[in-house]
């Protein structure tokens, strides 16, 4: 069954950076889009940014401007490199893939258009 294990958040202060990846363990198909999105507590899920198998991305545009999303073909691995952070930016990342055509329409930021969920890494930015 395929898993998606999540690593790298953490405690930043705010304007600092931080990296968080995602490995798709047992994904055996070499098309795929992956995305992250985030949920702070009492606010609704949102989608941060996504990268398909062929290197195709989209950003949020709160993040866009400010982060790096990228994959490595074959290894079902999404990195996502934020920088700037602000405490808005605090909550739970979760790591998502799906089909590749997700990454070709509105459907990259809509939780519910994907097949796999990671269990979610914690980013606090504090002031």
């Known amino acids: 069954q395929v898993e998606l294990v999540e690593s790298g958040g953490g405690s930043v202060q705010a304007g600092g950076s931080l990296t968080l990846s995602c490995v798709a363990e047992?994904?055996?198909?070499?098309?795929?889009?992956m995305a992250w999105f985030r949920q702070a507590p009492e606010k609704e899920r949102e989608a941060v940014a996504a990268v398909g198998s062929n290197g195709r991305t989209t950003y949020a545009e709160f993040m866009k401007d400010r982060s790096t999303i990228s994959t490595v073909h074959l290894e079902s691995t999404v990195t996502l490199e934020m920088h700037n952070l602000a405490p808005e930016d605090s909550g739970m990342y979760y790591c998502?893939?799906?089909?590749?055509?997700?990454?070709?329409?509105?459907?990259?930021?809509?939780?519910?258009?994907?097949?796999?969920w990671g269990q979610g890494t914690q980013v606090t930015v504090s002031s």
């Open positions: 047992r994904y055996y198909y070499s098309n795929y889009c």
């Open positions: 998502v893939l799906g089909g590749i055509m997700n990454c070709y329409s509105e459907s990259w930021s809509q939780w519910s258009e994907y097949i796999y």
